[in-house]
């Protein structure tokens, strides 16, 4: 079975610096998507970025960057000139590839950013 | 293009009785995906339509249902509620079941 872990429960930054968020996974597929989602107070999840293990080259969107090392299955978002609405819950999630059928998503437990003037 | 709504948003039950909950997803998208979010259990997918047709089911008993209808609005039931089923619901839609999913803004279920 595949799991997603997310080490670090809480994390702070001051506004306009840069963090790191961190996520391991395990699976034994070679075929799969990761993401990272932000549910802030509202409770709506947000897609924040996406990565196909496929591809070498790692997403970026706009300030939000990921390191993807599939032989470590690791797979860390880092936020760049943070911004006060930033601060929400992000999640790790995986999902494999599948035709046919559905795959679901793999959360892991989430880590709370909290962003400071 | 309207996002995935969900109704009730809000909802208080007791123990015993039975709730349906409604998702309609994105213009378009035919698969549905139903998930539920305690802080003691985090996320934990509880199954996925697509065209109607169940494809996938999570580790849930048998009291959670679901099924989906020809124009792709899902709905989910709890029948004999328990304590432990107070929980945030969260529906997500998407094209198909290898392209991103949107969420819902959920249910947040209370059983007292």
């Known amino acids: 079975a595949q799991t997603v872990t997310q080490s670090q429960p809480e994390m702070s930054v001051q506004e306009a610096e840069t963090v790191t968020l961190s996520c391991t996974y395990d699976?034994?597929?070679?075929?799969?998507?990761l993401f990272w989602y932000k549910q802030p107070p509202s409770r709506q999840m947000i897609l924040v970025i996406r990565?196909?293990?496929?591809?070498?080259q790692n997403a970026t969107e706009n300030r939000f960057s990921v390191n993807f090392q599939k032989a470590a299955k690791s797979f860390s978002l880092k936020i760049s000139d943070s911004q006060l609405g930033d601060a929400a819950m992000y999640f790790c999630a995986y999902r494999r590839v599948m035709t046919g059928t559905a795959s679901k998503l793999t959360f892991g437990t989430g880590t709370r950013l909290q962003v400071t003037l | 293009k309207a996002g995935v709504t969900q109704t009730p948003r809000y909802l208080i039950k007791t123990r015993g009785q039975q709730v349906t909950l409604s998702c309609s997803p994105i213009s378009g998208h035919r698969s549905v995906s139903w998930y539920q979010q305690t802080p003691g259990q985090g996320l934990q997918f509880l199954f996925e339509y697509f065209s109607e047709t169940q494809r996938n089911k999570g580790n849930f008993p048998g009291r959670f249902s679901g099924r989906q209808f020809s124009n792709s609005r899902s709905e989910m039931n709890v029948s004999t509620l328990e304590l432990g089923d107070s929980a945030l619901y969260l529906c997500?839609?998407?094209?198909?079941?290898?392209?991103?999913?949107?969420f819902g803004p959920g249910t947040r279920l209370t059983v007292l």
């Open positions: 699976t034994s597929e070679s075929d799969y998507y």
């Open positions: 990565q196909e293990a496929y591809k070498q």
């Open positions: 997500a839609s998407s094209l198909d079941s290898n392209n991103e999913q949107f």
